[in-house]
């Protein structure tokens, strides 16, 4: 089998790399991912997760990753910033509470598709007003679904998480890989 990553994420690609697994080809899919009126986080990623794997076109022999993960406060679903502001006012939410993030996965050939998703329970600790501009100032909220990449500046604003670390990047890489292996990608 063939694989394609329907994802544009350069995190995506890494975390599979650690698991030695390469993607023959990147396909990201262009769906719009606005949440619906009333939306849960975990139905949010579920749905965006098959729409994008049901957005890219398959040839015989190839199957599709793709995958989609938000940061939920309750029931609050947290995207990427638009800008600094809602960087910050995400960020604000989180300092001293405990999140959940939870990413969808899904894993679609011509034939079927599988869907999962996955939750990591993180805790942020109180972020004082210098830490704030700090993480601000560095960019690295942009791109990343809360405001920040637990993978960079922000480990040092997380004492613990519960869960799959990996999720928290962008891909639960041990249900991930399991969800591979059903369709022969080892």
């Known amino acids: 089998m063939r694989l394609i990553l329907g994802s544009a994420s350069p995190r995506r690609l890494d975390l599979l790399a650690q698991i030695s697994i390469a993607p023959a080809e990147v396909r990201p899919a ?6 619906l009126k009333d939306e849960t986080p975990r139905a949010y990623v579920r749905r965006l997760a098959v729409a994008k794997a049901e957005a890219i076109a398959l040839q015989n022999g190839e199957v599709v990753l793709c995958a989609d993960t938000t940061v939920a406060l309750g029931r609050r679903i947290m995207e990427k910033p638009r800008d600094r502001a809602e960087a910050e006012r995400f960020l604000s939410l989180l300092s001293g509470r405990r999140h959940q993030v939870i990413t969808g996965v899904a894993v679609r050939s011509s034939e079927r598709l599988i869907l999962r998703a996955v939750m990591t329970r993180v805790s942020f600790k109180r972020i ?3 830490e704030m ?11 990343k679904a809360g405001g920040y990449g637990i993978q960079g500046r922000a480990a040092a604003l997380i004492p613990a998480i519960n869960g799959s670390y990996s999720n928290v990047v962008g891909l639960p890489l041990a249900e991930t890989a399991a969800m591979l292996s059903g369709f022969g990608i080892r």
């Open 133 to 143: 501009t700090a993480y601000l100032d560095s960019d690295e909220w942009q791109g």
């Open 30 to 35: 262009d769906i719009d991912e606005t949440p």
């Open 128 to 130: 004082s007003d210098s």
